[in-house]
């Protein structure tokens, strides 16, 4: 059983930085696909970021450019280094852990953190 913890979310003004980390227990964490995602109060849950199991990342259209996704397998976490945020990202973000390959679609991970809040004011 795998077990996701998210940490680094907070309060940050529009044009700051934040770095959130997830880091796993149980499994075999080089194995797994890692992904980010966001649920903002009223949407639907949205792809953010993955990095496949060989360390290849994919961004979502909306964060390209300002955010980066990276893993260390050897402390068993994933990082979403965030720059330039803006109000529009303010969501609750969970990560993730799922098919090797690295998927922006939810349905294809099978573990999940208790997400971490991140707030930007303008």
């Known amino acids: 059983q795998v077990q996701l913890v998210e940490s680094g979310g907070g309060l940050v003004q529009a044009g700051g930085s934040l770095r959130l980390s997830c880091v796993s227990s149980?499994?075999?964490?080089?194995?797994?696909?890692m992904g980010w995602f966001r649920e903002a109060p009223g949407k639907e849950r949205e792809f953010v970021a993955v990095?496949?199991?060989?360390?290849?990342?994919s961004y979502a259209d909306s964060v390209k450019g300002r955010f980066t996704i990276s893993r260390d397998n050897a402390k068993k976490t994933v990082y979403l280094q965030m720059n330039s945020l803006k109000p529009e990202d303010t969501a609750v973000y969970y990560c993730?852990?799922?098919?090797?390959?690295?998927?922006?679609?939810?349905?294809?991970?099978?573990?999940w953190g208790q997400g971490t809040q991140v707030t930007v004011s303008s």
């Open positions: 990095i496949s199991r060989w360390s290849s990342p």
């Open positions: 149980g499994g075999t964490f080089s194995n797994y696909g």
């Open positions: 993730g852990a799922g098919s090797g390959s690295g998927s922006p679609y939810g349905p294809h991970y099978d573990y």
